[in-house]
């Protein structure tokens, strides 16, 4: 089984950190979500801003920050977006919007701790 470079939503943002995501297997959490964490653990952190994205991150986030299957209500999303009143992370800058919907396709396709 090959990977459909063509049909590809991601390949219109190529970005180096980020994989060419399998439209079977879909978004895996720990390989293609946690990955991400590391530009917001420098905050997200044990004693650190609210929810820790180091330690437990999956419980942490799944406990009110992110509504599966629904990343336009999840707080997450909207802060990787600064909408709705939720501040715009990582602070004083904005992620590749290739990024951010890799984070909205792992929502939107369950959450999963996959
Ligand atoms: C420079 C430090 C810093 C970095 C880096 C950072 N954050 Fe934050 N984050 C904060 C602070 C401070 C708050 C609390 C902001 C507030 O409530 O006004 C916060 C709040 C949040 C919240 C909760 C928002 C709410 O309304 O409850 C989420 C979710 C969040 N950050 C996600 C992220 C994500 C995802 C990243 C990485 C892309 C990230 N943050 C990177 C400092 C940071």
């Keep these: 089984m090959g990977l459909s470079i063509t049909s590809c939503y991601y390949d219109a943002y190529p970005e180096e950190e980020i994989d060419i995501i399998d439209p079977v297997l879909g978004v ?3 390989d293609d979500i946690v990955p991400l964490w590391v530009q ?3 905050c ?3 004693s650190g801003d609210a929810p820790n994205m180091q330690d437990n991150s999956y419980n942490n986030l799944l406990n009110g ?3 599966p299957d629904n990343a336009e209500a999840s707080i997450l999303y909207k802060s990787l977006l600064g909408i709705d009143g939720v501040p715009i992370m990582p602070p004083g800058s904005s ?3 290739s990024k951010i919907n890799l984070v909205k396709t792992w929502i939107d396709q369950g959450a999963l701790n996959n």
């Design 28 to 30: 895996s959490y720990a």
């Design 40 to 42: 917001c653990t420098g």
């Design 44 to 46: 997200h952190k044990e």
């Design 65 to 67: 920050y992110v509504v």
């Design 95 to 97: 992620w590749s919007e």
